[in-house]
Structure formats: C-alpha cells, structure tokens
C-alpha cells in the first residue's frame, strides 16, 4: 500500500485543527514511505525554522520506523551510536515524528511538526496520526 494524497492531506487537516483549537501555528510534513515529501503545509505565523526540523522529523520517524524521540535512546551522549543524528541528512531525534502504517502494519511514511514546544509538537502530531487512523480504519 502507498500513502495517498488524499491521506497526506487528512494528516495535514487534522494537524491544523489540533494546532488551530491550541493556538500553535506548526508546520508539517508528510512524507511516503521512501521519505520524499508527498505533503507540506506551514501555518501562519509558524517559524520559518520549523520547515527543516518537521522534514527531519519525519525522515527520522521513516527512515527508524519509530517514532522520532526513540531514537535520542541510540544516538545521545554515552550511547551505542553517538552522531548517529548526523547520518541521513540529518536527523532530529526529538518529539514530533511519527510513522504511518498500512493495514498490513507496513511503514507507509512518516509524518513530522514543528513550531512550539517538544510536547506541544507531539500533541498535534497524535492529532494528526488519529485523523490518518480515522481515514485508514
């Protein structure tokens, strides 16, 4: 199965909702299964650094097949892989990335936001993943 682009805009949909009922403009990030953007979207008044960080978010989140704060466990000081967020481009191993699986429990993409706290970041990306869910189920 292959993520749809009427999938990737249910995502970006429901993160804007999430976002918008808590007043956090965020962008966000879609991306397929082979971590190529499908869908993209940045709020009003989101920050302009959050376009790079909700990307690496969810390249992360595909490229780990976990969500993006899992793999901080591998790549922090005095872990087994330290630099390993220098690999791919460039990881962010923090909050905020999720994967998203088909039916089949196969990684489909990912998708990634960014634009306030950590927390924050993970709250409208759980919105986000409940709207694909929504949609797939």
């Given at each position: ?19 918008g ?41 595909v ?75």
């Amino acid at each position: 199965m292959q993520l749809s682009s009427q999938q990737a805009q249910v995502i970006i949909d429901g993160a804007q909702a999430k976002a918008g009922e808590i007043g956090l403009p965020v962008v966000i990030a879609v991306l397929d299964a082979g971590a190529h953007l499908k869908a993209f979207s940045r709020m009003d008044g989101a920050v302009l650094a959050s376009i790079d960080i909700a990307k690496r978010k969810a390249a992360t989140a595909v490229l780990f097949q976990a969500n993006s704060e899992a793999v901080w466990d591998y790549c922090k000081p005095g872990a087994p892989a330290p630099g390993l967020e220098l690999t791919n481009g460039g990881l962010a191993p923090f909050g905020g990335g999720i994967p998203l699986k088909g039916p089949d429990g196969a990684v489909i993409g990912a998708l990634g936001v960014s634009g306030g706290s950590v927390q924050q970041d993970v709250e409208v990306a759980q919105a986000a993943l409940a709207a694909f869910e929504r949609l797939s189920g």
